[in-house]
């Protein structure tokens, strides 16, 4: 079956634009993550989806940052008045029910350079 | 707080010798923890976990053995191949949390 899709593959803007980046999880994963892997680092938490509410936003890193998951499924992430400091590889993972034991399955990322 | 803290690389290794990657964590209670993989060109893949103490985690010859009285899971495997040549994350996902909390990596470079 097929994993988890992200697009664009590849996203540059300059600085001050709005961005959206796109997470198409595997069907039937309730619950869907997206994190930030800066170079070098392991991915950090941004936010966690179960069903179409924003169960813990705690890792968006300010109030440029907002996602959403309408229809329980696909979500968006937007990113408004982008900055340098947030170009980095957009990683979305999506899993059954929420973590603990379960795996949670990783898109390929979206790439984002900010100009 | 809950983290992760794994071992620096680069590592590069001769192909047939051992692996260890030593990972460490702080966390409330009782976490699961993850080794996941990045190939290059990749996304991260799942490569084993364990969800209690003295779990023993195993998958394609890797091996790691949560151990509670040392915040421990040390990833190890015998006899690495080129084709592992990857970059390794260790995880956690705490007992009441929804979010994983990843180490930095560790890339391993394996040579003929």
């Known amino acids: 079956g097929a994993g988890v899709s992200q697009t664009p593959s590849n996203k540059v803007t300059e600085k001050g634009k709005y961005v959206e980046l796109r997470c198409d999880p595997i069907?039937?994963?309730?619950?869907l993550y997206w994190y930030r892997q800066s170079l070098g680092q392991g991915p950090e938490f941004l936010i966690y989806?179960?069903?179409?509410?924003?169960?813990?936003d705690s890792g968006l890193p300010n109030d440029r940052f907002f996602a959403v998951r309408p229809e329980g499924s696909v979500s968006t992430l937007k990113i408004q008045r982008t900055e340098r400091g947030d170009s980095a590889v957009y990683l979305c993972?999506?899993?059954?029910?929420?973590?603990?034991?379960?795996?949670?399955?990783f898109g390929p990322g979206t790439r984002l350079t900010v100009l | 707080g809950d983290s992760v803290t794994q071992m620096e690389g680069p590592v590069t290794l001769s192909e047939e010798a051992f692996l260890t990657i030593n990972c460490t964590y702080t966390?409330?209670?009782?976490?699961?923890l993850f080794w996941y993989v990045q190939y290059p060109g990749e996304g991260l893949q799942l490569l084993l976990k364990?969800?209690?103490?003295?779990d023993k985690g195993s998958n394609k010859g890797f091996e790691a053995t949560y151990r509670k009285e040392t915040t421990s899971f040390h990833l190890e495997k015998g006899s690495v191949q080129v084709s592992d040549s990857a970059v390794y994350f260790c995880?956690?996902?705490?007992?009441?949390?929804?979010?994983?909390?990843f180490g930095t990596g560790t890339s391993l470079t394996v040579i003929p």
């Open positions: 069907s039937g994963h309730t619950a």
């Open positions: 995880a956690l996902i705490p007992n009441t949390g929804n979010q994983f909390y």
């Open positions: 364990a969800t209690k103490a003295d």
């Open positions: 989806f179960q069903g179409t509410g924003a169960a813990d």
């Open positions: 966390a409330t209670g009782y976490p699961s």
């Open positions: 993972a999506s899993s059954f029910v929420r973590a603990g034991g379960y795996e949670q399955f």
